[in-house]
């Protein structure tokens, strides 16, 4: 099976009130400090019919979703409500942003009133990757919203994910303490 292309950034965003030891998405911060790196995971389709039906697995631990079309491609955008449905049957309540690419090529997009976005209360945001365009914008806002939604997220099975998180970072805690000094481990003498 195919996989989609994995593309992973840092970024250093404001955390007012962020604890040390990586609050948010894997990130890190100093103990009162006003910001704090948060690394994410993109996963990028590009769109294409190989990846139609994408394995649960890949929406596992997502936080939010980008959801991109070809402004110069009608069936991109046709496409929206098939990505999205299948979206929110695996992560009903992550944030997700609808994405008009390539206005570059054609200004006039941007005045264009898109429904898809409207009818599901979706943020739409016009961009170009070909010349920068609100890119930069787009994946700052996407990592707060993540970051956001993954410190305040009501969902059971992201409780369920953030406990299996804590367990493992607990068992890989104490695998770093020597053997004489963990609690409750009975050393034995060493024979003379």
Known sequence: MARPSLWVSSTALSC????????????????????????????????????????ASYYHKAHACIMVFDVQRKITYKNLSTWYTELREFRPEIPCIVVANKIDADMKMTQKSFNFARKFSLPLYFVSAADGTNVVKLFNDAIRLA?????????FMDEVLQELENIDLKQEEEEEIPDKEQPGRIQSPSPS
């Open 16 to 55: 007012s009130g962020a604890r040390a030891g990586g609050e948010g998405l894997g990130g890190e911060s100093g103990s009162g400090s006003q910001s704090c790196v948060h690394v994410a995971d993109f996963w990028d389709t590009a769109g294409q019919e190989r990846f139609q039906s994408m394995h």
């Open 147 to 155: 970051v956001s939604y993954k410190q305040n997220s009501r969902d």
